[in-house]
Structure formats: C-alpha cells, structure tokens
C-alpha cells in the first residue's frame, strides 16, 4: 500500500488502530542522501567515540531529508499458533512549506541514482509527499495561526490563492447575502470581511455576510475559528499525527542497521538533534523504550550457525528462508494483509515497505532460532511473541553502528567497551612529508585501516578485523623503513611522553636545589 498526500489524512484511523493492536512494528527509511563528503576530521572513523561520530553524523541528517518510510505492522492472528499477519505500507514523505516553514535539504548523487536502480517514485514524493514537521516547527506554526500571523509563501500556493481572492471579489459586487481546503478558507476570510466560508465535498462554498452575521458565525459556529484553524496544522502536520502516535503506542521498533533511521526520526518528526550525544540517547529511548536491530542480532549468531556470509538484509531473510535454517518448517508463518499483497511475489528491495517486512519476518525467525537452541527440541512448544521478546533481551536497545570505535550504541544505558582489534603504531624512516593517504594506499592491497597521524613519523593504524592486524604484523616484521608493533599509550602518546619530560626536568631541577643546599654554608 503507497501513500501520498491525498490519501494519508483518511488512512489514519486505520494506521492508528493497526499500531495499537500490533505486536511490533519493523521500520525502514529512505534517504535524498546518507552522509556529506567531509574530509580530513570530520570524516567518520574508527578511531571515533560514539559521541564523536554522533557528532560528525548529525550534520548529515541535517543536510538531507527522508523521501520514504516503510511500516510493517505485525500482529499474531487469535487462535492461530505462532501466526502472524503484515500490514505493509510506504509513505512518501515530503517537507511541509507553511507559513515561514520552507525547509532546504540536499540530493547525493549517489543515493539518487541507487534509488532509481530500484525503481523509486521521485513523482509522488515530490508531488505528492506528505508534509511533516517537528515539534519545535509546530510550535512556530501554531503560535502564527492562532494569532493570525499566517501568510502564504510559496509561489505557486500565492498564485492560486491570488486568482481565488480575484474571484470571489469580483462576485461579492453581484451577491447577495444569504480551493479548496482549510488553507483557502484562511486566507479568503483574512482578505475578506463581508464573507464566510464553508467546506463541502465539493469544495469551499463562499457565502456573502453582514460583519454582524460574521462576528456571529465565527463565536458561535461549530466551524469556530478556532476550530478550523486546528484543522489546518493537523493538516500541516501530517506524518508528524502519525508518528506521535506510534511513540504513544510504544510498541517494540524493529529496523536493520537503524542508526541513521533513528537520527532522522529524531531530527524530521521529535525535535532538532540536540548536541550532546547523551542527551540523545535519553529521547530516543524516552520515544520508543524497545527498539530491535536485526543487523545486531543476525551479526552474532551467524557465524555459530555456519550460515554462509551475506551482505544485506534481502540475503539474510533469504538464508533464514532456505533449508539452511534448522527451524524453517516449525518456525512463525506471515500472511501478508489483503491490501498489502504486493510482496507475496514480488520482491522489491530497497523499498521501504518491503524492507520493513524484511526486517520484522527476520526478527520472528531469528528469534525462533533462539529459543530452539534454548529448548533443544523442534518444534517449540506453543511459541508466542512474549516468549520471542525474552530470548532477545541481551539485544534489545542494541543497535549496530557502522565504523566506529564500538561496534554498537547502547540506547538503555552506558555503552559497551570496543571488542575491535589493537591499535597499531607505525613508524616511519627514510619518507619525508608522508601524509596518512599516502599510508592508507601503502597497506590498501593487504588490508585496509583508517589512519591517524601521531606523530611526524608516527601513524596509528585500526582495522575492524583481528585477523588484518595480525597479517600486517606479521608481514612487516624486520621492513627496514617501516616498523609496525602494537599501540601502548603509556609508551607511545605524545601527550604521555610531554608530561614525563616535564616530570624528568622538576625531578632533576629539585635534585640539583637538594644537593645544592646542603653543600651550601
């Protein structure tokens, strides 16, 4: 099920009650753009705290914007065992411009052109997108409208209000008393005082009035100013209705590799991503206490399956759908909705909708696995959801994080100690003025690591897999210019080694005032 605009507003009533009779909620996004180009610094590393990469992160999700966001709201259907059913939907989203709300993003290159592999609608998002807005903007919005500040900005909305206006005056000379939205209400009974406005079906009925008969309609009307005028920011609002009542729901959010959904939620829907990266942290978990990343979960039990590598979630659901899976024939069976039947045989990836299927019928399957391996019997006895949240607790509010110092963000609590490999120190003779990509395309064809300068001469090397520092290691034992060992902070830290100087220098300073002092008279 696609959702523009012009369907959005009369499909509430049925998101909100799916949301709130669901089990959990997979979740995926699409984006204009992933990441700028930043350079030197400020590009992502991982030699990066968590907090340093949040940091260099945020200007990205600043920069671009979400195009799509895909729900799949899995329910266990009564009376059926460990059965399950999918409502799948994709939301084309676009930016509201209101009043003085007219939001700038960017488009990478990049993401452009791999969404396009994939067949993306850029038609119904950028005609058709359904605006949202964050808190911070309601609040501006909201003050503007109930204090009659509103005005139309954008050329396109000025010129069709403009030649409304135009219409309804030239009428008004020939009427007696006796485009169509809220939007146009507004700004006809600013413009125009001898008149009243009322939506129909078939559009804003105009009707002329004395200012007696205006002042009455507007405080004692059910179609009060007040009134209408609340319809048009919930109207304005429109993803953002939605979203606040996920967040009230507070069901479990599944995503895979959900970092930078979770950013731009924060960012599009919450409030402007704040600085500190605890800080961040609290609002997320305070928006959605459950939150379940696939990637986490498959990452650690994959290799004691033997299942064979993959490199994105199509190849996961895949495996965990083949005979390869001990659990394939006990574990949940998923029925897609009546109206979401567009993935029972097609496959789309990249789609938001089907990523978010993907990534719920994943956590049912893993989850499976998990309390096979605790039981050690197949099938498992009358298999339920509570049961599949227990045997995920260790990965609940464990979310991946791609190239960083720790492999995963903690969003319950303190984050865990990095298990990535020893940092390596490179030492260099003989090669005036390297530079740290000149080292980095040095050790390309062996292994690759992000490079920090240390030193003049000195480079600290990282790698995400053991087995490359162990082979550079090994590789450059005894190399006459370049000298590899492993990074020893006491030893090596140019900070360490300024303060010991310094100690070297006052202990040899007080040594000589001692003996000084006491050969003296």
């Known amino acids: 099920m696609d959702l523009g605009a012009d369907e959005f507003e009369e499909s509430l009533p049925l998101l909100q009650e799916?949301?709130?009779?669901?089990?959990?909620?997979?979740?995926?996004?699409e984006f204009t753009g992933l990441r700028s180009n930043l350079s030197g610094p400020q590009q992502i590393s991982l030699f990066d705290l968590p907090s340093e990469w949040y940091l260099k992160t945020r200007q990205s999700v600043q920069q671009f914007t979400i195009c799509q966001i895909g729900l799949s709201v899995f329910s266990a259907i009564e009376g059926e065992a460990n059965k399950y059913i999918a409502h799948s939907c994709n939301f084309f989203l676009f930016p509201t411009t209101f009043g003085i709300l007219d939001s700038e993003f960017s488009f990478q290159a990049s993401s452009v052109q791999f969404l396009n592999q994939y067949g993306f609608n850029y038609n119904k998002f950028l005609k058709n997108g359904i605006p949202y807005m964050n808190e911070e903007q309601e609040k501006k919005i909201r003050h503007d409208i109930l204090t009659g500040n509103w005005r139309v900005r954008s050329s396109p909305d000025k010129d069709q209000i403009k030649a409304v206006i135009d219409k309804v005056t030239r009428w008004l000379?020939?009427?007696?008393?006796?485009?169509?939205?809220?939007?146009?209400?507004?700004?006809?009974?600013?413009?125009?005082?001898?008149?009243?406005?009322?939506?129909?079906?078939?559009?804003?009925?105009?009707?002329?009035?004395?200012?007696?008969?205006?002042w009455y309609l507007q405080n004692t009307s059910c179609d009060r100013e007040s009134c209408w005028k609340e319809k048009i920011l919930l109207s304005a609002r429109g993803f953002s209705v939605f979203f606040q009542m996920l967040v009230k729901a507070q069901k479990p959010l599944v995503g895979h590799n959900m970092m930078m959904d979770l950013l731009h939620l924060h960012e599009k829907f919450f409030r402007p991503l704040p600085e500190s990266y605890d800080q961040f942290k609290q609002n997320i978990h305070s928006l959605f206490p459950v939150l379940i990343d696939t990637k986490n979960v498959t990452k650690d039990i994959w290799k004691e399956m033997n299942f064979p590598r993959v490199s994105n979630l199509s190849?996961?659901?895949?495996?965990?759908?083949?005979?390869?899976?001990?659990?394939?024939?006990?574990?949940?069976?998923?029925?897609h909705a009546s109206r979401c039947e567009k993935y029972v045989k097609t496959k789309c990836p990249h789609e938001a909708a089907y990523d978010a299927f993907l990534c719920g019928s994943v956590l049912l399957k893993v989850a499976h696995l998990l309390l096979q391996k605790i039981h050690g019997i197949d099938p498992v006895p009358e298999s339920s959801f509570p049961q599949y949240l227990d045997v995920l607790a260790p990965y609940v509010n464990q979310v991946n994080l791609i190239r960083a110092g720790v492999p995963k963000i903690n969003f319950s609590g303190p984050d865990y100690p990095s298990i990535r490999p020893p940092i390596l120190i490179l030492s260099i003779k003989r090669w005036p003025g390297v530079s740290e990509q000149q080292v980095y395309h040095k050790f390309q064809n062996l292994c690759k690591f992000d490079v920090r300068r240390l030193t003049r001469s000195q480079f600290l090397l990282l790698t995400n897999k053991f087995k490359d520092a162990r082979n550079v290691l090994k590789e450059y034992r005894g190399h006459p210019t370049l000298c590899i060992s492993l990074y020893r902070y006491w030893r090596h830290s140019p900070d360490v080694n300024c303060v010991l100087q310094v100690c070297g220098i006052v202990t040899a300073w007080a040594l000589l005032a001692f003996i000084f002092g006491r050969s003296g008279p």
């Open 18 to 29: 799916l949301v709130q009779e669901a089990d959990f909620v997979g979740l995926d996004i």
């Open 173 to 214: 000379d020939l009427a007696k008393e006796g485009f169509q939205a809220f939007e146009v209400q507004l700004v006809l009974r600013q413009a125009l005082p001898d008149i009243w406005t009322v939506l129909k079906d078939e559009g804003v009925v105009v009707k002329k009035v004395s200012k007696q008969h205006r």
């Open 315 to 335: 190849e996961v659901y895949e495996v965990l759908n083949s005979d390869l899976n001990p659990t394939k024939n006990s574990g949940p069976e998923i029925v």
